[in-house]
Nanobody, 129 residues
Framework: QTRLVESGGGLVQSGGSLRLSCAGPGRHLNFYAIAWFRQAPGKEREGVSCLSSSRGNTKYADSVKDRFTISRDDATATAYLQMTRLEPEDTAVYFC??????????????????????WGQGIQVTVSS
């Protein structure tokens, strides 16, 4: 199983920005659909954003739309989640995930946890008010 590694988390004030990175071995991430999930204390893990393997199709949770941007750098095989206008409600552990099966095609992604077969260990993002 491909192990993904997140970085870039930390503590930021409300209204600030952070960029999360997700790296995997070799260039695997260039070929997979990728997604970001998060889990706040006492809450279930929820999908934040996803990016299809090709064609650049994206999805966002309503709570982060127009504030977060998912992307991938093919040169470095790294995925990113740019987070702006952060709110205390964004405080959570953020997880990077990848779908290597692509059962729904190269231009598809979704925010269902069961779609993804590779996961990172998670990284804390804390937004202070």
């Amino acid at each position: 199983q491909t192990r993904l590694v997140e970085s870039g988390g930390g503590l930021v004030q409300s209204g600030g920005s952070l960029r999360l990175s997700c790296a995997g071995p070799g260039r695997h991430l260039n070929f997979y659909a990728i997604a970001w999930f998060r889990q706040a204390p006492g809450k279930e893990r929820e999908g934040v954003s996803c990016l299809s393997s090709s064609r650049g199709n994206t999805k966002y949770a309503d709570s982060v739309k127009d504030r977060f941007t998912i992307s991938r750098d093919d040169a470095t095989a790294t995925a990113y989640l740019q987070m702006t206008r952060l709110e205390p409600e964004d405080t959570a552990v953020y997880f990077c995930a990848a779908d290597s099966n692509l059962n729904n095609g190269l231009g598809y992604c979704d925010l269902s946890q069961t779609t993804y077969d590779h996961w990172g260990q998670g990284i804390q993002v804390t937004v202070s008010s």
